[in-house]
């Protein structure tokens, strides 16, 4: 029996593909909306360009037309199965929705998922805490994603158990950073991590509330912060996070675009 927090087995392996070829791998996961589940990851990862250039990141210079998701498989803890989903419809368009606004300027996409048999889905929530936990600069949040490749059983491909990154919010967390729905976290990030769910965590006991009173939890407190989508630069370890408000907005009010 595979014994693990939840937010392990939250976090799912991606591996963005072109005519079964791999171009690149990431961390994705589930958010169930309206009876639909999406997958949310980076707009990078599955469209293969830059979001704020559009720049393609392959030095193929090729891009993905399919992303194949290692899902925890319904047939109990511990397995898992390999899914592949298409990326764009027949005339070339992409399925996934990016942001109502902002569009491709927001690093975050949400894909309609169509393949879910022998799949058990561990979705997040928006509203997922009664409680009111703080924002603020240094709260201590968790990259939980696959850096490099690796998880918790290390490098293969057959296996969906992932690792955490401590890192602190490190921009004020009322402003949005550079004009957009994000702030900045000092982590110590590596690649493979981005499209990884950012999480406050706690194995329970006391807690601050944002009205400066303490409460009590019985049992592990999760809450989604946003989505992790990568350094600022590579000689440095703050790193961007899109913020749920973004995320949310991307679900229920997001657009597909055009032809990349």
Known sequence: MLQVSLPSVQSLR???????????????????????TFLVTNRHNLSGRRSDTDEVLSKTAATPDSVTVLHNSDSGPGH????????????????WLEH?????????????????????????????????LPRHITLDLYVVGYPFGQGSLGDSAAHGVALWTRGTIASEWTLDHSD??????????????????????????SLMLRDGTIGVANGEVVELFGCYSGRVNAESDL???????????VVHRGVRPAML
């Open 80 to 95: 898992w199965v390999v899914v592949k989903e298409p990326l764009l419809d027949q005339d070339g368009r992409p399925l």
């Open 14 to 36: 991606v591996f963005m593909t072109v005519r079964d070829q791999v171009l690149s791998s990431g961390t994705a996961f589930l958010i169930e909306e309206g009876g639909t």
């Open 100 to 132: 109502p606004v902002h569009g491709g300027l927001v690093d975050v996409v949400a894909l309609p998922l169509t393949q879910l048999a022998g799949v058990s889905t561990f979705p997040y929530a928006f509203d997922e805490l009664a409680i009111q």
């Open 180 to 205: 957009l729905p994000r702030f900045l976290i000092d982590a110590r990030t590596r690649p493979g991590q981005s499209g990884s769910p950012v999480i406050y965590y706690s194995p329970g006991g």
């Open 239 to 249: 790193g961007v996070v899109w913020k749920t408000s973004a995320i949310e907005q």
